[in-house]
């Protein structure tokens, strides 16, 4: 009982002072919040989420390993589903349009410089919240819920298409018909429609097709805009699939959807953000 | 005088209201058409003695004269509408219409009398060769007046759009301006800046006054080069040495940086906003996403006769842009790039060059060859 009382929080933010100055102000406004994991890149972050499982994140949106956006679909991917989802605040310094995307989705944000009032009227609604959970202890709705919420802003979010910056958006809207693949010293030509999926690994996307498998230098950040949208869906945060290879799409007991493919024999779990992308007509 | 007034505005609204066009010009002109009338009507009473009352001669002045006018000033308008008139044209015009302004006038004046026409017409046309020729006399009189008249009125409008233009032009120079500005300064940049300030402020007020500092001289510059055609090198370093401390401050252990610039190349001019753009690139794309940091050196140098300004990182490198194991058209390179390219092709043609390159072992290396700049050699 008295453990659940303990609210634990994560802060992600690459820059020290800021970081600091966060911790600084919680310490004043929310004296008994632990904070529980301190970290500076994407990539800490989802790591120290997952092994703390708090219960409040605080997200920097511009972060280097990952964004805190990526950091909270990975998160509602991984999360173990026993566990409530957190709360997300994303953190943000001035950008119109990333001001304007979480306003339509209605996620928790602050802007920096963080102004004390707003953070503390952030506060007060995240204390309410877990109020409130504390007292329906027959969990076994909230966690459901709050996820549900997490990955319905994020649909959103991806939807409006957040721009790290500006080049994002008059980045070329051309479509790329051929993939150039180094293999050794040769360089192999890939028909776009030959290929059944992509997946993303740490610095490298493995393009599969029916033959073989070629690793090409990229991000799927980068190599999504160039690809025909109606052809080629992204159906995990790491894997975007050519919908013509798709045999029939397999949906588990627990909800789980994974794909089985027509000229391979592996297969595709589609995660939870992308399962709407599946259901019947 | 205040029913004079009062008439004068009532005047000129009702002139307001007509549409700009022939009737418009029409109505401007007929003050100066009745004094001209009765100028002719004077001279005829007491000059020609053709001895007819003097209401009588006013009569068939105004008829004559008006036909006169009317004719000719509709045959003009239907002959070069609103484009200034051949001036021989014109006045050949004037002398043939003004016969037949006088005939149709005097069967005018005489209808008005409800005098028999051909009689009339028989008794002025012993007065005919002095009445043509004052009438063509006064019809060159007035074509010329109006001719003027056209004439300032085309020079006015000429200079009210050479006005247009040139405050369009200087809008768009301000514009363009302002749109640097903004490029320069982003707001993204000064609100996360502002940020570590409050931090700073309240854990180590020294070196938030240290940063302040510095932010003052990185607005400041930035604000005097981007009014600036040319600047030395020595106070575009001296920009970059803000900008970088602000973001080494920014993004602590992160960012290293160093900057070397020879003395003697101190005073070099190079245009303004060319080697700041490409530090922030290497920042922006090169070591800001990359989670353990790295160094980011600026140097200048002569080689040959040519100013060569270097940008490298230790960042995340060309990545999809360089020539191997790439799937993105070469041909699209980052935008700020082509940007550089097109000014520097624009400042000094063939003679400058640019070129981005992957850095060894990781990072990228952006060089800049400039020829020096005349106004250097006579230093």
Same mark, same amino acid.
């Given at each position: 009982m008295n453990k659940a009382t303990t609210i634990k929080a994560l802060i992600a933010e690459d820059e020290p002072i800021l970081s600091i100055t966060l911790q600084r102000m919680l310490g004043k406004l929310w004296p008994e919040l632990e904070l529980s994991s301190i970290v500076e890149n994407g990539i800490e972050a989802v790591q120290a989420a997952l092994s703390e499982l708090p219960d409040v994140l605080f997200l920097d949106i511009k972060m280097p390993g990952k964004t805190g956006l990526e950091v909270a679909q990975e998160l509602a991917e991984e999360w173990p589903s026993q566990r409530p989802f957190p709360m997300i605040v994303y953190v943000t310094a001035y950008d119109e349009f990333a001001v304007q995307a979480f306003e339509t989705c209605a996620a928790d944000y602050v802007l920096k410089p963080i102004s004390e009032e707003r953070l503390n009227k952030t506060m007060k609604r995240l204390q309410e919240h877990f109020q409130a959970r504390t007292k329906t202890q027959n969990?076994?709705?909230? !966690?459901? /819920?709050?996820?549900?919420r997490v990955i319905a802003q994020l649909r959103q979010l991806h939807q409006i298409q957040l721009p790290n910056s500006a080049e994002n958006i008059s980045q070329t809207t051309e479509k790329l018909s051929v993939i150039r693949a180094a293999v050794g010293n040769n360089i192999r030509l890939i028909p776009i429609e030959d290929v059944i999926y992509f997946e993303a690994t740490d610095k490298y996307i493995?393009?599969? /097709?029916?033959?073989?498998?070629?690793?090409?230098?990229?991000? @799927?950040?980068?190599?999504? !805009?160039?690809?025909?949208?109606?052809?080629?869906?992204?159906?995990?945060?790491?894997?975007?699939?050519?919908?013509?290879?798709?045999?029939?799409?397999? %949906?588990?007991? /627990?909800? %789980?959807?994974?794909? %089985?493919? %027509?000229?391979?024999?592996?297969k595709l779990s589609v995660s939870r953000i992308y399962a709407h992308l599946f259901k019947q007509m | 005088m205040r029913v004079v007034q009062q008439m004068r505005n009532q005047w000129q609204q009702l002139y307001q209201a007509l549409p700009d066009c022939l009737l418009k010009n029409i109505v401007s002109e007929i003050p100066s058409l009745l004094i001209i009338n009765l100028f002719c009507t004077i001279l005829v009473t007491y000059v020609m003695r053709n001895g007819s009352s003097l209401f009588e001669n006013w009569v068939f002045s105004n008829a004559i004269g008006s036909c006169c006018y009317l004719l000719i000033r509709t045959s003009s308008y239907f002959l070069w509408r609103s484009a200034p008139p051949n001036m021989f044209v014109f006045y050949l015009l004037c002398i043939l219409l003004a016969p037949i302004g006088y005939i149709i006038g005097s069967a005018l004046g005489a209808l008005i009398f409800s005098f028999p026409i051909n009689k009339v017409l028989h008794f002025q046309s012993s007065f005919i060769s002095a009445f043509v020729a004052m009438t063509s006399l006064v019809s060159v009189i007035a074509a010329w007046s109006f001719w003027k008249k056209i004439q300032i009125a085309e020079l006015i409008s000429t200079a009210e759009k050479e006005k247009a233009r040139t405050a369009s032009i200087e809008r768009q120079a301000m514009q363009a301006q302002l749109q640097l500005l903004q490029a320069q300064i982003e707001p993204h940049m000064l609100f996360n800046t502002l940020a570590n300030l409050?931090?700073?402020?309240?854990?180590? !007020?020294?070196?938030?006054?240290?940063?302040?500092?510095?932010?003052?001289?990185?607005?400041?510059? /930035?604000?005097?080069?981007?009014?600036?055609?040319?600047?030395?090198?020595?106070?575009?370093?001296? @920009?970059?040495q803000a900008y970088l401390d602000l973001l080494a401050i920014r993004m602590g252990k992160r960012l290293r940086y160093t900057l070397h610039l020879p003395s003697e190349l101190e005073q070099e001019k190079v245009p303004p906003m060319l080697l700041q753009p490409l530090v922030e690139n290497a920042i922006k794309h090169g070591l800001e996403p990359k989670v353990e940091g790295g160094t980011i050196s600026i140097s200048a140098s002569k080689q040959h006769d040519q100013l060569v300004l270097v940008v490298s990182d230790t960042g995340l490198g060309l990545a999809f842009n360089s020539q191997e194991n790439n799937i993105i058209d070469t041909d699209h390179p980052h935008v700020g790039n082509a940007n550089i390219r097109e000014r520097l092709l624009a400042l000094f043609g063939e003679q400058a060059k640019f070129s981005l390159q992957p850095n060894n072992p990781e990072g990228a290396v952006a060089t800049i060859t400039l020829p020096v700049l005349a106004s250097n050699l006579s230093m």
């Open positions: 969990d076994n709705q909230q !966690p459901e /819920t709050e996820i549900e493995n393009v599969v /097709t029916a033959e073989h498998s070629s690793l090409i230098r990229s991000s @799927l950040r980068d190599l999504l !805009p160039q690809l025909d949208n109606s052809l080629f869906w992204q159906i995990h945060r790491s894997t975007v699939v050519n919908i013509k290879q798709v045999q029939m799409a397999h %949906k588990d007991d /627990t909800g %789980k959807i994974t794909l %089985k493919l %027509k000229h391979s024999d592996d | 409050q931090g700073l402020i309240a854990i180590d !007020p020294e070196r938030a006054q240290h940063m302040l500092a510095q932010l003052i001289v990185y607005l400041r510059a /930035t604000l005097s080069s981007s009014r600036a055609e040319n600047i030395c090198l020595k106070q575009e370093f001296t @920009l970059i």
